[in-house]
């Protein structure tokens, strides 16, 4: 059977059931043409029944199935026409949420393809039948990994038997703007644990404990030591936006009780006051700053104090002219 149904207008049909009808009146035998089209008529009932009792097939492949529909499209326009009607036409998005700030990963597309049938093959299952195109299947897999992936690179090196000189393959360009040559954690590395920790609120060691049990060995002092190269790196992005937070028009303060565990008691010049006095009380203060242009800034500082001593001295900062 070349294809998988047989296109019949209603004389043909009507003359084939007269022939059939013919032909079982009078003990005959059909055609070897008539043979084929009640053969293909029964592979396709069936194929049609098995669809349906698994709930395996829609109204567009139903039509197709049935031949009302044709279609010889390829695996690229198949891909892309599923993609188009999975994608809707208008997304709303909630004010407010993360939804709004950031934008999903699109998944990478990995085409598989048969190794062991072409279009036009015959069908392993009946024998008969040739294979064509048809809607590919889909399946949305996530994987995980350790976000720490060690990578080995080995530079050429040649040296001159007369002089001396070493000669050193130079590295290329996307591993130098990771990192110097003499680096071993690259700025992506460095701040995906920052992010860890104070974003994520994931503690320094237990960063290394799930990195050991990922096959990715670091201690939590070679995570600590790797946060303070871009503590150091940010430090002036840092003091920029307490100079423009000292200009804003609106301000949020809280405070969080913290622990630091080598903090000792120290005397602090009360506020409001000239007296001096001992204070323990650590906390996390933060600050949500508005200015005039509607941007916020969010602004933390944990040490042996409370937020109205950290908004004090932000506003220390503020300009003369106005607000920003």
Request: proline share 4%; net charge positive; hydrophobic share 35%.
């Amino acid at each position: 059977m070349s294809q998988p149904f047989t296109d019949l207008d209603s004389k043909a049909l009507e003359a084939l059931m007269a022939r059939v009808n013919e032909a079982k009146a009078n003990h005959l035998a059909l055609s070897s043409s008539d043979l084929q089209l009640l053969l293909d008529a029964l592979l396709t009932l069936s194929t049609m029944q098995s669809r349906l009792a698994n709930h395996d097939v829609t109204v567009h492949k139903l039509r197709k199935l049935l031949g009302i529909e044709k279609s010889s499209e390829g695996l690229d326009k198949l891909l892309k026409k599923g993609k188009d009607e999975s994608t809707p036409k208008k997304k709303v998005k909630l004010k407010g949420t993360q939804e709004e700030a950031f934008t999903p990963m699109k998944p990478k597309v990995v085409i598989h393809t048969h190794t062991d049938l072409v279009k036009g093959a015959t069908c392993p299952e009946c024998n008969m039948g040739k294979m064509y195109k048809s809607e590919p299947g889909s399946l949305l897999r996530i994987t995980g990994q350790s976000p720490f992936m060690p990578e080995q690179h080995v530079m050429e090196r040649l040296r001159c038997n007369t002089c001396g000189a070493y000669a050193t393959v130079t590295l290329p360009s996307d591993v130098l703007n990771d990192g110097e040559s003499s680096q071993k954690y690259g700025y992506s590395a460095r701040a995906l644990m920052g992010i860890y920790k104070y974003f994520a609120g994931l503690p320094f060691y237990r960063q290394g404990s799930i990195q050991k049990l990922l096959g990715v060995n670091m201690t939590a002092s070679t995570v600590f030591d790797q946060v303070e190269y871009v503590a150091n790196d940010i430090y002036p992005v840092y003091q920029a936006l307490v100079n423009l937070a000292a200009d804003a028009v609106h301000y949020y303060l809280d405070d969080t009780t913290h622990r630091i565990l080598d903090a000792e008691p120290i005397e602090k010049k009360a506020r409001n006051s000239d007296k001096m006095k001992m204070r323990c009380g650590v906390y996390t203060s933060g600050i949500i700053a508005t200015t005039q242009a509607h941007h916020s800034i969010v602004l933390f500082e944990t040490n042996i104090g409370h937020a109205g001593e950290f908004i004090d001295i932000i506003l220390k900062q503020r300009g003369k002219e106005g607000f920003c």
